[in-house]
């Protein structure tokens, strides 16, 4: 209890420190204490006499109870929340507010301030949509291998730049860049930030001054607004469209070259799909092309996927490894979408423009520390073994229609029989997400729940509110929750316990 400060806070009955996105919201639940009131009439009729019944900062500052929580949580915390506290007395009383006023009472909302001060904002939820790379959602679960290298390396020194066989100084790339390379086949690695960050350095140091083509079929905003026009309009490429929006051909990118062309782009058109009357050249065309002008190819892939998910009807994600065997230069993808790992953005390709690439000075300003290159290297290592199934990602994409439905149905009958509450199962979909595999799902099997005491909003708000946060969806006035999304064992317990209380409360 004492590490996060929180002892002083059960002295004074405040409930247990607990992860919460709006701290406010769940403060107190359990107080002993009786809320003490004088009557309206005293507080109007003597307003000095109210007011001396505020205690003063000094006064709190010695009580027992506010000491031991300045010696867990702070002193400068406490001195805060008691001013604070002390100021909103005042104005409860200016607004003719006449409750609170008891010294118990005044510690409870001092403990509670300090509580919201120390309650962490960034906590863990569970996502019961059965997006998998949910972005909102912090998009990639991390491998318990690549938890335990960042636990094991952040807390510690470590040889981040530093050469351990030569004694010298080294380079952090070192720990991934050959792994990545290897793994996607490439002669040359690099890791930034996040894919926009690989998308603009590539740009910029390929293209600096000149322009690049692009199809008007590909010019794509993905959320965050990370825009193909605008990032080239940063990265100081001068953008050169091509085509229609939804056909692009070979001769409509050869007809725009010209002595200012410096690159080829191809955009993964990652989260929408143009059906229909369409047409885009085929990859190895459009490298053949780059080659007989003696201009690079580069293509933006989004997803990163390193393994074949035809299987699981995702067949619109390319491997990178395919795209470079095609003979593309450059090729730029996320490290925490369909790769499963770290936020990333990893640059793979020939060694040539990849050390251009590395030689810009903007790559320190978009370098990765210790803990993404920690993760990186352990998820890299767990695809060199060949155990997807330990990415958690790519296990729940991996998950087969009939483990969920066993799942769900185990579920069900845990649920089964809490008062009020009806749980069915239903089969639908679950998607990959992420600005990945538009259009394409994964068949699943969902809870769908209902409660004669609320509404499907009421009780999804229930379940957010619940610590952790059960995220549903909300569907046609009903709750419904996809396992696949959700870790299996300890998650499904939390569900049960939430759903325990929802029922009870
Ligand atoms: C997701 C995506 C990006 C942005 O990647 P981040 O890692 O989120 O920065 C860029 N391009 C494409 C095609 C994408 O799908």
């Known amino acids: 209890m004492d590490s996060d400060g929180t002892e002083g806070l059960a002295m004074l009955g405040v409930c247990r420190v607990q992860p919460v996105a709006n701290p406010q919201s769940c403060i107190l639940k359990n107080s002993p204490v009786v809320r003490f009131s004088i009557m309206a009439s005293e507080t109007q009729a003597k307003p000095e006499a109210a007011r001396r019944r505020i205690p003063s900062v000094d006064e709190l500052l010695s009580r027992p109870a506010i000491r031991a929580l300045g010696a867990s949580a702070g002193r400068d915390l406490v001195l805060e929340a008691v001013r604070e506290g002390v100021q909103a007395l005042r104005e409860r009383l200016g607004r003719g507010e006449d409750s609170g006023f008891a010294p118990e009472v005044i510690e409870q909302d001092i403990g509670e301030r300090v509580q919201a001060q120390l309650a962490p904002s960034l906590v863990p939820v569970i996502n019961a949509t059965g997006v998998v790379l949910h972005t909102n959602l912090g998009r990639a679960p991390l491998a318990r ?11 510690r020194y470590s040889n981040l730049e530093y050469d351990l066989a030569q004694g010298e100084r080294g380079k952090r790339d070192d720990h991934t860049d050959r792994l990545l390379a290897k793994l996607v086949g490439a002669e040359a690695a690099l890791v930034v930030n996040n894919n926009a960050a690989a998308v603009f350095l590539a740009l910029n140091t390929l293209a600096e001054g000149g322009e690049v083509i692009v199809s008007r079929g590909e010019l794509i905003e993905i959320g965050g607004s990370f825009r193909i026009p605008d990032i080239c309009a940063k990265s100081g490429v001068v953008l050169r469209e091509v085509g229609t929006t939804n056909r692009t051909r070979l001769a409509d990118y050869a007809a725009a070259v010209n002595e200012r062309t410096r690159l080829l782009l191809r955009v993964h058109p990652s989260n929408f799909r143009i059906v229909g009357f369409t047409e885009r050249p085929a990859l190895d065309e459009f490298v053949e092309l780059g080659r007989r002008h003696n201009l690079p190819v580069m293509e933006d892939l989004g997803s990163g996927c390193l393994v074949d998910l035809e299987q699981q009807g995702l067949n619109d994600e390319p491997p990178a490894g395919r795209s470079l065997a095609a003979g593309v230069q450059v090729v730029t993808f996320s490290g925490d979408k369909l790769l499963g790992g770290p936020q990333a953005g990893i640059i793979a390709g020939a060694r040539a423009p990849l050390e251009r690439i590395r030689k810009n000075s903007l790559f320190r300003a978009l370098r990765v520390d ?10 890299a290592r767990l695809y060199r073994r060949g155990k997807l199934d330990s990415i958690p990602a790519l296990a729940m994409i991996r998950a087969s229609a009939e483990s969920i439905a066993a799942r769900a149905a185990r579920l069900r009958e845990q649920l089964r029989g809490l008062p009020g509450l009806t749980a069915a199962l239903e089969t639908g979909e679950s998607v990959a997400g992420g600005g990945s595999t538009p259009g394409q799902s994964l068949p699943t099997t ?10 499907a909003r009421d009780l999804a708000d229930r379940l957010r509110h619940n610590r952790p946060a059960i995220i549903a969806r909300v569907e046609r006035d009903r709750v419904l929750l996809d396992l696949r999304t959700v870790l299996d064992g300890s998650e499904e317990d939390e569900i049960v316990r939430a759903f325990k209380r929802i029922v009870m409360s």
Do not use: D, F, N, Y
Not at 145 to 155: C, K, P, Q, S, T
């Open 446 to 455: 969902l809870l769908v729940l209902g409660h004669s005491g609320c509404s």
């Open 145 to 155: 291998e690549a938890l335990e290298r960042v636990a094991e390396v952040a807390g």
């Open 370 to 379: 210790k803990m993404t290159i920690a993760a990186l290297e352990a998820t």
